[in-house]
């Protein structure tokens, strides 16, 4: 579980309905934090190999702990392919250090 203050990663793998590696257009990457207020948008995320991708997000240290949620929306050119994958992260409080 990533602490808040930390970067932290997510990875997609775009396919087709026949199971083929997909290549978008275009993404946006949407970070919310707790509340589903939008803390982030990110459009280019880093390929990795064919439909795959990853992108990192950083929290802030003042950003609140809790249950995160990232919405990843690709889409095809020309539309209207579109795929959305949706996760929720739970970001924790980082542990005291004395």
């Known amino acids: 579980m990533p ?7 997510v990875s ?3 396919t087709d309905l026949t199971g083929a590696a997909f290549t978008p257009a275009t993404h946006s990457i949407r970070l919310y ?11 280019v995320p880093t390929l990795i190999g064919a439909g795959q991708y990853y992108i990192d997000f950083t929290t802030a240290s003042t950003d609140p702990f809790g249950l995160w949620e990232v919405i990843w929306t690709a ?6 392919p579109v795929g ?3 996760l929720k992260i739970l970001i924790g409080d980082p542990p005291v250090r004395r």
């Open 3 to 9: 602490n808040i203050g930390e970067t932290f990663r």
């Open 12 to 14: 997609a793998t775009m």
């Open 33 to 43: 934090a707790p509340g589903r207020s939008l803390s982030q948008t990110l459009t």
């Open 75 to 80: 889409s095809a050119a020309p539309p209207p």
């Open 84 to 86: 959305i994958g949706k």
